[in-house]
């Protein structure tokens, strides 16, 4: 067993200064005040953490790990002309799945990786191509993942990518003792008609998967859906999508009559802050989903258009936003943005044993010193995690009850051969840039 003492312990919504968490194998046994700790062991392994913090792994429920090798590739830009004018055409030189393609993907998700796990994030969602070499990279990495292979329908009057999803069920479900799952994930409304939707519906009502879809990342967006007859809670509920678990990404824009029907779906929102301030999408409306009892994580979007995968920075923007958009300063506190960076984060994914340091939980645990100076004094040991704290004060990161990352070194992983990897590959991106 390993018992990890002295630090401050967060439990759902509580702080146990001095507190203990035990881990035994993959799953928390004990979190809480050290007077009700299980008696230790000769053979425990004891970690001594004063003056940190130990808190749940941060969830990341929408990214795309691959595009790290885009990072400021296209910035300043509007989220159609970031599309069509400089990913999709660099994405369409880099080959194909089963060719060059595989390569790129998996160097770009393994460079990811090593940003998300030094900051303490212990589980993805992640869309793109090539999602074998996605899977191999969280697998190695030691982390949790639901994968997506994004499917546009626009393009595939044979339904290929849809096989190819179907086919990366069939592969990875459960893989690595259950850390991989997958999702079926239609892109957007704006690249699947309604009847492709529907198809992507019945395929995963077939094979029991979640769905992952972007879904009104723009105010034009709801607004062509509006055209339509549609709004983007119907676009579920009128493809059958519904039928699943859905995780949307974005939803800056929902129409006024979305709030009661998502009440009555299983969904979750990955509010992505960064993404959408920094394309000009608009204020996600996350205190009123969450009054309707919608759970929202907190997700970075791809480094393309973020240009970081860092929870801390997510969780500030999420925060800011809310205050800043709604003027109320009470919107989204503290407490609530660190819940919603792990715990909601895992219910948007139907991860339902992740995201809490309670009994029967997954063992995903992050430490973090909270003794440098830029934290200093720590008044409340939320207010600094949440609006103080970088990623650069994570100490550890445990997954699944394993240490992966301690005090700069990544143990799962060769970190240099990975940046090596990654600058060649990033060669490639740059030379099919130049050329778009």
């Known amino acids: 067993m390993i018992r990890l003492t002295g630090a401050t312990v967060l439990t759902p919504d509580v702080e146990h200064p001095q507190g203990v968490l035990c881990m035994d194998g993959k799953r928390i046994v004990y979190a809480g005040p050290a007077a009700g700790a299980p008696p230790a062991a000769p053979d425990d392994e004891v970690v001594d953490l004063p003056g940190r913090a130990v808190i749940p792994g941060f969830v990341n429920p929408h990214t795309h790990l691959a595009m790290q090798l885009m990072r400021g590739i296209a910035d300043d830009v509007a989220l159609q002309p970031w599309l069509q004018e400089h990913i999709w055409p660099v994405e369409e030189r880099m080959g194909e799945e089963g060719g060059a393609l595989e390569q790129h993907v998996l160097a770009g998700s393994r460079l990811a990786l090593l940003e998300a796990v030094a900051a303490g994030v212990t589980a993805v969602n992640d869309m793109y191509m090539a999602m074998d070499r996605v899977a191999e990279a969280i697998g190695e990495a030691g982390i949790r993942g639901v994968i997506t292979r994004g499917i546009v329908g626009h393009t595939d009057p044979e339904r290929r990518k849809l096989r190819l999803g179907r086919e990366l069920y069939e592969r990875w479900q459960g893989a690595y003792g259950g850390r991989i799952q997958v999702a079926l994930g239609p892109h957007a409304p704006y690249t699947c008609s309604m009847d492709y939707l529907g198809e992507v519906a019945q395929a995963a009502h077939d094979l029991g998967a979640r769905i992952h879809i972007h879904l009104a990342e723009t105010h034009q967006e709801t607004a062509d859906l509006a055209a339509q007859g549609l709004t983007p809670a119907h676009v ?69 258009s973020a240009n970081v995968l860092d929870p801390f920075l997510g969780m500030k923007a999420a925060a800011w936003m809310a205050k800043g958009n709604s003027q109320d300063p009470t919107q989204l506190p503290a407490r609530t943005v660190l819940r919603m960076a792990t715990y909601e984060g895992a219910l948007a994914l139907d991860l339902n044993d992740v995201g809490l340091l309670a009994p029967g939980y997954q063992a995903d645990v992050v430490v973090v010193d909270l003794r440098a100076t830029h934290l200093q004094p720590v008044f409340d040991v939320f207010s600094a995690l949440v609006y103080t704290a970088t990623a650069r004060d994570v100490e550890r990161v445990y997954a699944s009850g394993k240490l992966i990352y301690q005090e700069g070194r990544h143990l799962a992983v060769d970190r240099e051969a990975i940046l090596a990897e990654a600058r060649g590959a990033a060669e490639r991106v740059t030379q099919q840039a130049l050329r778009s």
């Open 236 to 304: 579920l509920l009128d493809s059958g999508l519904s039928r699943q678990h859905v995780i949307a990404a974005h939803y800056v824009a929902p129409a006024e009559s979305d709030f009661a029907l998502l009440e009555h779906m299983h969904v979750g929102i990955a509010h992505c802050p960064i993404s959408n301030l920094k394309l000009g999408c608009g204020f996600a409306p996350v205190a009123r989903l969450r009054e309707h009892g919608i759970p929202v994580g907190i997700g970075s979007d791809g480094a393309a």
